[in-house]
């Protein structure tokens, strides 16, 4: 059955309270367009209209989707986040002492969303609404990936990368001293250490 947020507003809202989330910052410029934003509603046909108990708001697992898309955290890093980071809830119009979801309702409603064809209503409706709203500029000029590389790959080649693992597997077969090496020449030696090792 469909849940719906409720709009009645407590003395334990973030948003009453002073705090120090930026006004230009993502969070408190989705806090703006929160209750424009996403819309129960908008998702009835996905739940049965007459059974079962109320499900998490849909509305609110929208949010928490876009979110955790944005800082790029798992499931349990999201709820976490939705417990103790006053960021999201600013973002998300909470109260201060809201018991967030399990972090397998995330999933869930994932799964709901692609059996019903809308895996990109989040997005999409932030566009809709962050363009009307000033959020989002009418046009893009120029998108740039600015997700950070981590790891050896970020600099190194591939070769760069298989010359660095197999001095790790020489090194780890103690083949790290220089008198050692010298033995290396030998490919039966080499594919004995090779063996070895695997």
């Known amino acids: 059955m469909l849940g719906k947020r409720e709009p009645q507003r407590t003395i334990f ?13 993502f969070y408190a410029r989705m806090s703006a ?12 046909s996905m739940y ?9 708001p849909p509305s609110l697992m ?3 989707i876009l979110l955790q898309f944005y800082d790029g955290v798992s499931d349990e ?19 201060l ?12 409603y994932r799964r709901r969303l692609l059996e019903h064809g809308q895996e990109r209503y989040a997005f999409n409706r932030l566009i809709r609404v962050g ?14 990936d600015t997700t950070p590389q981590r790891g050896p790959g970020a600099l190194q080649d591939t070769y760069t990368l298989i010359r660095k693992g197999i001095r790790k597997v020489l090194k780890a077969a103690g083949y790290s001293l220089p008198q050692k090496r010298r033995g290396l020449g030998d490919m039966n030696r080499m594919r004995e250490v090779l063996v070895m090792v695997t």
């Open 77 to 95: 890093e999201a709820i976490e986040r939705l417990n103790f980071d006053l960021r999201w809830k600013i973002a998300l119009n909470l109260p």
């Open 62 to 64: 929208s949010g928490i």
């Open 97 to 108: 002492d809201f018991g967030p979801p399990h972090p397998s309702s995330l999933s869930v």
């Open 13 to 25: 809202e973030s948003q009453c309270w002073p705090h120090r989330v930026p006004q230009d910052s």
């Open 33 to 44: 367009l929160n209750d424009a934003l996403f819309r129960d509603e908008d998702q009835a």
């Open 131 to 144: 363009r009307a709203g000033g959020f989002i500029p009418d046009k893009v000029t120029l998108l740039v």
């Open 48 to 56: 049965c209209e007459d059974n079962g108990r109320p499900s998490v």
